[in-house]
């Protein structure tokens, strides 16, 4: 492999030839070799080449960067967003707490690409456009990180997981409608209970995603403040007046997406409350999520050993040595999403306590895992809607056998003939291995007539369809 020298404040250092980064970038690259290949999610590199391009802007509007410069930057920018780059970001999660080595990975490859473009050779003269003085300008990575991160974020959660949350929502709703006439034994404790219809049971997993979706909306404006404008503590040390406000104003612009200025720098730099408050939001989604998915592959157990209330797609086969088996994975995939959520969610906590003093300094970690967990929960529930809840057929004679053969209808009685006596009748009839309508004749506590008037399943479903 062919090399180059690049230095920087620790001395010259040699980089692949045929790469766009440069001496601090390669220093991380050998320092940190944990998980490698990259790790570092480019979604962080795509937030971080708005806020570049923003800055460059803000700064030649405040008179303190050329419009050469400035253009050359946002050309670079705008090539990394298109994923033309996507190979120049080596580095990993594990580095320096703050984020400093990806903040000068992206400024180098900005720098020797800006070069490259002015029709100069990578590595021969002065560099047309300088990693800190130029494309750092008015910036330290303690306050460009965060913003990467937000920008990052709060994209992720607007784009994949929102509309993949609301799809899944949506259908479940749908479906409530649709079997609201389909009246079934409901349990409790995993035992039978009262009825009530199949779509009021759709109903609750539909009233969870609203809820969890309502929870996560609200946390974008927390979200979409940026720290850019704090530099190195929160006080704004070698920025120009305005810069804060109008570096937020262009990378709203230019993501079109509504991000402005923290309101306090110390915080956005020294604390990622905003991480873990939309993290908190994703966790109570993979909970919800969990509940619904567990129910649905119990109601659809079986085919014929199992619940088998509900019968759902046949995707694949299940099984390498049970021929005829199928499966519900899509419930199994839906669950280890929300695990992996639910782990994750501790660890951007934990991230979150490791504020010192005016710098978090897990930075990478939290931005990490949101970004996992966002992406995670919007593909999952796309997949589990595309591939399974749409399918989701009622079985009707497997809900009538069962509703039939309840033991707990005898609750319809309790207002006829007391607790006590309506609790004799399912003992006995559970003893006896009869039907709820011959003990009750039986013990003589009702007539067939009264029996048939009073135990109606569809009259126990209460008015909420």
């Not at 492999?1 to 601090?24: L, S």
């Not at 070069?115 to 008015?138: L, R």
């Not at 959660?157 to 609201?180: N, Y």
């Not at 660890?347 to 939290?366: C, D, R, W």
Request: proline letters at 4%; one cysteine or more.
């Amino acid at each position: 492999m062919d090399y180059r020298i690049e230095k920087d404040t620790m001395g010259e250092v040699k980089v692949p030839a045929d790469k766009y980064w440069g001496a601090q970038t390669e220093r991380s690259r050998n320092n940190f070799k944990i998980g490698a290949p990259a790790s570092m999610p480019l979604d962080i590199v795509y937030g971080f080449a708005y806020l570049k391009k923003a800055a460059a802007y803000t700064n030649c509007e405040l008179e303190v960067l050329t419009e050469e410069k400035r253009d050359l930057i946002a050309q670079v920018c705008d090539e990394i967003v298109e994923g033309k780059h996507d190979d120049q970001f080596p580095l990993v999660i594990w580095q320096t707490g703050s984020g400093t080595q990806s903040n000068m990975n992206v400024n180098e490859v900005i720098a020797n690409r800006a070069h490259e473009i002015a029709g100069k050779k990578i590595g021969e003269g002065e560099k047309t456009i300088q990693p800190n003085d130029d494309v750092n300008k008015s910036q330290s990575s303690n306050d460009t990180f965060p913003t990467g991160m937000h920008i990052a974020a709060y994209k992720k959660i607007v784009e994949t997981t929102i509309p993949g949350v609301e799809q899944l929502r949506d259908t479940l709703h749908k479906k409530s409608k649709e079997f609201s006439k389909v009246v079934k034994i409901g349990r409790t404790h995993l035992m039978d209970a009262t009825p009530l219809t199949l779509g009021q049971e759709f109903s609750g997993y539909a009233s969870q995603l609203d809820h969890g979706l309502r929870a996560l909306k609200n946390t974008l404006d927390h979200l979409s403040e940026l720290a850019l404008g704090g530099t190195a503590v929160g006080t704004g040390m070698n920025t120009p007046k305005g810069y804060d406000v109008l570096v937020a104003k262009y990378i709203s612009d230019f993501t079109n997406l509504p991000f402005r200025t923290a309101d306090n720098k110390f915080e956005a730099l020294a604390a990622h409350d905003a991480i873990v408050e939309s993290h908190g939001a994703l966790k109570q989604l993979a909970v919800s999520l969990n509940k619904i998915a567990n129910d649905i592959r119990m109601l659809a157990s079986g085919p014929r050993s199992g619940i088998g209330e509900i019968n759902i797609p046949a995707n694949e086969p299940g099984s390498s040595i049970m021929p005829g088996k199928v499966n519900p994975t899509q419930c199994e995939a839906l669950t280890m999403v929300c695990a992996q959520v639910m782990g994750n969610d501790v660890a951007v906590s934990i991230g979150g306590t490791q504020g010192h003093y005016e710098l978090n300094v897990f930075k990478p970690l939290m931005a990490a895992n949101i970004l996992q967990s966002a992406q995670l929960i919007g593909d999952a529930c796309t997949s589990f809607d595309e591939n399974c809840a749409v399918g989701i057929e009622p079985n009707y004679k497997v809900i009538e056998q069962m509703l039939n053969n309840s033991l707990m209808l005898v609750t319809a009685l309790n207002t006829k003939i007391g607790y006590y006596k309506a609790a004799e009748i399912a003992n006995t009839a559970h003893k006896n291995g009869t039907t709820l309508k011959e003990e009750a004749i039986s013990l003589g506590y009702v007539t067939a007539e009264e029996y048939d008037e009073w135990v109606k399943p569809g009259d126990m479903v209460g008015s909420l369809k």
